[in-house]
């Protein structure tokens, strides 16, 4: 089964830039969005970024001005490249894929972890 696996996490100091990627685990088609998702411990899962498949881009309010996305449409890859990083940053990363603009996120896979510490 098809799953979008996040890469590219790590440490960083606060006010530093990392920059993660994402990629299908086997060749998929139709992709409308893509999507990154983190978790913190304690938090909910939050949709921080999306594009669409014309490169409309959404962020959340805690990352917008500091994160962008970014996708290839062709090999269905995307990237998030993080800058200005926080404490409040550190989370499990995910990303994700949906078909259309009314079906949901549904080809999870593993997360990378990106910690934001002194």
């Known amino acids: 089964q098809v799953q979008f696996v996040a890469s590219g996490g790590g440490l960083v100091q606060p006010g530093g830039s990392l920059r993660l990627s994402c990629a299908a685990s086997?060749?998929?088609?139709?992709?409308?969005?893509m999507g990154w998702y983190r978790q913190a411990p304690g938090k909910q899962r939050e949709l921080v970024a999306s594009i669409t498949d014309d490169g409309s881009t959404n962020y959340s309010d805690s990352v917008k001005g500091r994160f962008t996305i970014s996708r290839d449409n062709a090999k269905n890859t995307m990237s998030l490249q993080m800058n200005a990083l926080k404490p409040e940053d550190t989370a499990v990363y995910y990303c994700?894929?949906?078909?259309?603009?009314?079906?949901?996120?549904?080809?999870w896979g593993q997360g990378t972890r990106v910690t934001v510490s002194s």
């Open positions: 994700n894929a949906r078909r259309g603009p009314s079906i949901a996120y549904d080809y």
């Open positions: 086997a060749r998929v088609f139709s992709v409308y969005g």
